[in-house]
């Protein structure tokens, strides 16, 4: 199997706040970040961030004009490798990877250029392409933090924080790196991408309601979820504090619609995790489920879970906390995951917002409708991606 | 209408991340350190801003920021 890979640091931005005390601390109490949108050009709900809670970019302006994708992405690491006291630390200068996933790029630069060209007949920024590439967060978390190691974007729609995290894990365990700063980051609350969305007909006119009946759709968020992972022997010998292991990474493709979610997909992705974990299912998990609030995916991850667990699924514990920060597409997954760690480590699950009652196809997830204390030790994090990329990560208290 | 070193100012303060202080008359190109990448910005956010159009290729390292405000007024005025 490799080495062991611990996680020693944490970072996020969401429409609920910056940092990680305050993003559990308003997901355990219930609250949820999606409201009306207060953004020119957006008309709708999504889990915005305010701009009160907007980072001042004016520290990392020597890195260039900087996109929001950028932006939140160095906030979620900064706080990370802060917590994982690794600030300049010489494991940065090449024993250390950036594997970040993004969903789309930079669209607030993109959308500005277009609009200056289209309906202004007028040039454009010549940084538009160094802002907006997808893999330009990845490349000024590395320039803020001096990581000369292997560092990329990877992207896998809703799935590619997710799919960051396990590879990071993999890289770790074959010994490429000592260290990964990964997970994932999005920004996609502008109009050229919103409309786009809007367009796709999933999105929800009220709330994420995940696994109820009368659930109208997903409801988009923005911001980013960093963690640093660590060989367990590397932890250990500078004295870092171990948050949790991450233990099995399960990845699939459905290789069968571009939007509409396989149950067949999902399931093997789950039982690659277990494998690569060596866990049996019975053990009581949490389960972190992708519950997006779309009618066809909570009903395909619904049948798929009870396919998988069958009767044994009563054992666990679900949360959807999408309820709660909303989407973040590709920082999603490495949110859910951070989310799931730290409800493992404080021993409460935060609860499923916005559910109105059990819906049919879905009622056998064992749903934490309110903030409740568990014994868990195991997290199981669901990213179920369009285009039919799945992968699901397997966190455990050390 | 002639255009003001301040309003020059705030675009080199803007696109290059330097503080104003750093930003004195006599302090050449290539003493604070600008990127060929924060020039063409600059010349972009002139042309965008002050209506005057530079060529990136007359912004030479050994020029002044104050020879640099100069052309700037200067083409305005031609």
Redesign the interface.
């Known amino acids: 199997m490799g080495e062991a890979v611990v996680l020693t640091g944490m970072g996020c931005i969401s429409g609920l706040g910056v940092g990680v005390a305050r993003n559990w601390s308003r997901t355990l109490a219930g609250e949820s970040a999606i409201r009306p949108i207060e953004r020119n050009g957006l008309t709708g709900v999504a889990a915005w961030i305010a701009t009160q809670d907007k980072p001042d970019p004016a520290v990392w302006r020597r890195f260039g004009r900087l996109d929001p994708l950028s932006i939140f992405a160095l906030v979620a690491a900064t706080e990370a490798v802060a917590q994982a006291g690794l600030e300049g630390h010489a494991v940065l200068e090449d024993r250390t990877a950036i594997l970040l996933g993004c969903g789309s790029g930079g669209n607030a630069t993109i959308d500005e250029a277009y609009e200056r060209l289209y309906a202004h007949q007028s040039k454009v920024h010549p940084q538009t392409i160094p802002s907006s590439m997808i893999s330009a967060p990845a490349s000024h978390v590395a320039m803020a933090l001096g990581v000369h190691g292997p560092t990329f974007v990877l992207g896998s729609a809703c799935a590619s924080s997710a799919h960051a995290l396990g590879e990071a894990m993999h890289m770790i365990r074959s010994g490429r790196v000592d260290v990964a700063i990964a997970g994932g980051t999005e920004a996609c609350l502008t109009p050229g991408s919103w409309t786009a969305w809007s367009a796709l007909g999933v999105l929800a006119s009220d709330t994420c309601r995940p696994f109820s009946r009368d659930r109208r759709g997903m409801v988009l968020g923005e911001g980013a979820a960093i963690l640093v992972l660590e060989s367990e022997a590397h932890a250990r010998s500078r004295g870092a504090t171990i948050f949790g292991e991450l233990v099995g990474y399960g990845a699939s493709s459905d290789a069968a619609h571009i939007t509409a979610p396989d149950r067949e997909g999902i399931i093997r992705a789950i039982r690659a995790a277990y494998a690569d974990a060596d866990v049996e299912p019975t053990s009581p998990a949490l389960i972190s489920t992708h519950g997006t609030g779309t009618l066809l995916n909570d009903a395909s991850e619904a049948q798929a879970l009870h396919a998988f667990y069958g009767a044994g699924l009563e054992a666990h514990r679900a949360v959807a906390t999408k309820s709660s920060h909303g989407h973040m597409i590709g920082a999603t997954g490495a949110m859910e995951f951070l989310l799931g760690m730290v409800a493992l480590r404080e021993g409460w699950v935060p609860p499923v917002l916005h559910h109105l009652g059990p819906d049919d196809g879905c009622d056998m997830v064992p749903l934490a409708l309110e903030a409740e204390k568990i014994g868990q030790r195991l997290l199981v994090s669901n990213s179920f991606a369009f285009g039919g990329l799945n992968a699901v990560l397997i966190g455990r208290l050390v | 209408m002639s255009i003001s070193p301040d309003s020059i100012l705030d675009i080199f303060e803007t696109e ?2 330097l503080p104003r202080d750093k930003l004195r008359p006599e302090a050449t190109l290539a003493e604070l350190d600008i990127a060929s ?2 020039l ?2 600059i ?2 956010e002139v ?2 801003k002050l209506g005057v159009e530079i060529r990136t290729e007359e912004l030479k390292p050994d020029m002044t920021v104050g020879a640099l405000i100069e052309q700037i007024q200067l083409l305005r005025s031609a």
């Open positions: 290059t991340g990448l924060d063409v910005s010349a972009f042309e965008d």
